[in-house]
């Protein structure tokens, strides 16, 4: 069980794309709704993520899509931004079927207590709310940028770009608005007033 002296680190993967959705919205009659949509379709761009006050720095990854070896490629940049190298902090992550091959739980196992938390829950992991912040960011810069961009390669710079800006303090606040509700969470399950559902 979790304590207030536990490290811990939350990590996950989200993707940014570059192309519009259709979708609808409520204008005036004499006044017509003007989008401005990119010339070419780009694929998405995955980025893998992790935050913790246990890491010398927030450690972020580009990639073409979440699968084992990528996942694997990533959690080995984790281990290596320990400052404690000594240290085994919890590891809190959602249920992916690249984080639960056997290959990735050996990896998982040897270095974090692996908290997999249920489907659903994103409420459990601090750096989601991080994900939306930088979602915000790209779609405002994504705009300004409409018929300009050339290539997947800006694409992928545009995104590791907006990581960078977000200051580590920002991003470490967010384990700490995380982290009081986490331990509320698992003192209840302690006392018995919730179920047990995935420490």
Known sequence: MLNSNESIIYIDETTFN???R????WSYRDLSVKLHLAPKRFSGVTLYGA????LRESVFMTGKSTNIQEFTAFIQRVIAAFKNPEDKPY???DNHSSHKSLQVRRLLEAHFKVCFIPTQS???????SLWALLKKNFRTKAASLVGTLRNQ???VALVES???EIPESTRLRF?????KYLLKLLWQIKQGLIGDTFV
């Open 91 to 93: 590891l809190v992550l």
């Open 175 to 179: 384990c700490e608005a995380n982290r």
């Open 122 to 128: 994103c409420e459990l992991n601090s750096i989601e």
């Open 153 to 155: 390669g800006e694409i």
């Open 18 to 20: 570059y192309h519009l």
């Open 51 to 54: 935050i913790g006050h246990c």
């Open 22 to 25: 259709q979708s609808r919205v």
């Open 162 to 164: 907006i990581a960078d």
